[in-house]
């Protein structure tokens, strides 16, 4: 029950509302040209030695990739501009005792989710949006630069979610049917962020030099919903008429909550504290065909969020066999009926129990990421990237790329090529310009396909200032 109610909900919310491939391959912060997209992804990240100051205008990165469903004939670079129009109605509940996932039987049109019909080995969906900017950087004396960072992050997805229960074998069990439900858990997430950057470069030698740097944000939280089936369900039997009995399960839940029908619900509704933290080594070299090596290795999106009574968290512990009907929630308007009836279908069998609290200390799930590049004279670069999520319950993927890179006067052409967890091989496309950077690590999704299931889009707004003269030390 809990499985396609909470589905249905976190569908609509995350692709209605903007929702992140996992995440998408951060090409455009590898050479250093976006600056602040650069020091997003490792706040050590040594720049052009010309380079004194920085204005980030503003940038966006959606980025989105799904298996339960997909969307027929259309492409990704329009989906920004069609969110009201997404539905999921394979998803809706039925009344009337009509098996729920069923579904409707008809060709798809506009933007709506066809839910996949195959038993799947795999089954993720990770999906965000992000506005970075205005944000300044500028370098001081003595190495040492300083920053401020602006920023918006809507994300989320779901995390090891039995195959058994997708859309395909789902519609297929029939009554008296029986299957056991391993652990799994969904993460949904907006806050904006105002930090504060600080690095600094030492130089090793003649040749080599050393950085180290920090972002350190404040977080406010805007939106939270979490779901975890902390124990697997041994028994999930299917009744007749669409519900299931289900003889144990552990779910907790948190979700932030207000009051629609009043005009003093906060729009902010957690404070905290988040940040970056990295290193980065350069060397120039004096081969005949390499110009210069350098990495860095960085620690990414940790942080913390402190709800209060705007939140709501609890959990349902379920101890003897009981009915849940997929009818009794076909009219919901919203999470705190859907807990609420929960609550009362739940409470009626004495062993069961149910316990809910106000307020809460939230994580945010952070990334490691390994940058490699290299140099070759004035023709161009090849930048090497891996990153893994440090929680388990992370919805985004373990990736790694590969991004060469032709360098001219006034262009910089990148063509990514990457792994993703999630969504297998991509090739991408990207440009610097003067002060432009746009692209995808995913060429498709300027294209109508098919079946639509993943994409991703970056463009930013980035002005440099540089110096008439300076000595350098490394070779950008």
């Given at each position: 029950?809990?499985?396609?109610?909470?589905l249905s909900y976190l569908f609509i919310f995350l692709l209605c509302h903007g929702l992140m491939t996992g995440q998408s391959l951060p090409w455009n912060a590898l050479n250093g040209h976006d600056v602040i997209a650069a020091l997003r992804l490792n706040p050590a990240t040594q720049l052009h030695p010309d380079l004194t100051s920085a204005i980030h205008i503003g940038s966006i990165q959606t980025d989105y990739s799904n298996n339960f469903g997909y969307f027929v004939g259309k492409s990704f670079a329009g989906l920004p501009f069609h969110f009201q129009e997404i539905t999921v109605p394979e998803l809706q509940f039925k009344k009337y005792g009509i098996n729920p996932a069923i579904g409707l039987e008809r060709d798809v049109r506009g933007y709506e989710m066809k839910m996949n019909e195959t038993d799947l080995s795999r089954l993720y969906f990770s999906t965000?949006?992000?506005?970075?900017?205005?944000?300044?950087?500028?370098?001081?004396k003595k190495g040492y630069a300083v920053g401020l960072l602006t920023g918006f992050e809507v994300r989320g997805g779901i995390n090891d979610y039995p195959p058994i229960l997708s859309y395909g074998p789902y519609r297929h069990y029939r009554p008296g049917d029986r299957i056991s439900v391993p652990e799994w858990n969904a993460l949904a997430m907006a806050y904006f962020n105002i930090g504060l950057h600080l690095s600094r470069e030492?130089?090793?030698?003649?040749?080599?030099?050393?950085?180290?740097?920090l972002?350190?944000?404040?977080?406010?939280?805007?939106?939270?919903?979490?779901?975890?089936?902390?124990?697997?369900?041994?028994?999930?039997?299917?009744?007749?008429?669409?519900?299931?009995?289900?003889?144990?399960?552990?779910?907790?839940?948190?979700y932030t909550h207000s009051d629609g029908n009043s005009p003093f619900s906060p729009?902010?509704?957690?404070?905290?504290?988040?940040?970056?933290?990295?290193?980065?080594?350069?060397?120039?070299?004096?081969?005949?065909?390499?110009?210069?090596?350098?990495?860095?290795?960085?620690?990414?999106g940790l942080g913390r969020l402190w709800y209060g009574?705007?939140?709501?968290?609890?959990?349902?512990?379920?101890?003897?066999?009981?009915t849940l009907s997929f009818g009794k929630w076909d009219t919901l308007t919203g999470l705190d009926q859907l807990v609420d009836s929960?609550?009362?279908?739940?409470?009626?069998?004495?062993?069961?129990?149910?316990?809910?609290?106000?307020?809460?200390?939230?994580?945010?799930?952070?990334?490691?990421?390994?940058?490699?590049?290299?140099?070759?004279?004035?023709y161009g670069r090849i930048h090497y990237y891996f990153s893994i999520p440090v929680a388990r319950w992370s919805p985004d993927a373990m990736q790694i790329g590969m991004v060469p890179e032709l360098t001219f006067d006034k262009i910089n052409v990148l063509v990514p090529f990457s792994y993703n967890q999630w969504t297998g091989f991509r090739l991408g496309a990207g440009l610097n310009l003067d002060f432009l950077t746009f692209g995808t690590d995913d060429v498709r999704s300027f294209f109508k396909?098919?079946?639509?299931?993943?994409?991703?889009?970056?463009?930013?707004?980035?002005?440099?200032?540089?110096?008439?003269?300076?000595k350098k030390k490394a070779v950008f």
């Open positions: 029950m809990v499985d396609k109610l909470f965000s949006m992000v506005f970075n900017g205005p944000a300044y950087f500028r370098k001081l030492i130089d090793l030698d003649d040749r080599s030099r050393l950085s180290a740097g972002n350190l944000r404040y977080l406010g939280g805007m939106f939270h919903m979490s779901l975890e089936n902390k124990e697997p369900i041994r028994d999930y039997i299917f009744n007749e008429d669409g519900d299931v009995v289900l003889s144990n399960l552990r779910l907790d839940y948190s729009v902010v509704k957690g404070n905290g504290i988040g940040g970056d933290a990295g290193i980065y080594y350069s060397r120039q070299l004096s081969t005949g065909l390499l110009s210069f090596v350098r990495g860095g290795l960085s620690l990414t009574q705007s939140l709501r968290n609890g959990y349902f512990d379920i101890n003897e066999q009981t929960f609550k009362t279908v739940v409470g009626r069998r004495p062993a069961n129990i149910y316990a809910e609290n106000r307020g809460k200390a939230v994580h945010l799930p952070g990334d490691l990421h390994f940058t490699l590049s290299t140099g070759f004279r004035s396909r098919d079946r639509l299931q993943s994409g991703s889009l970056y463009f930013g707004v980035n002005l440099r200032t540089k110096a008439q003269s300076v």
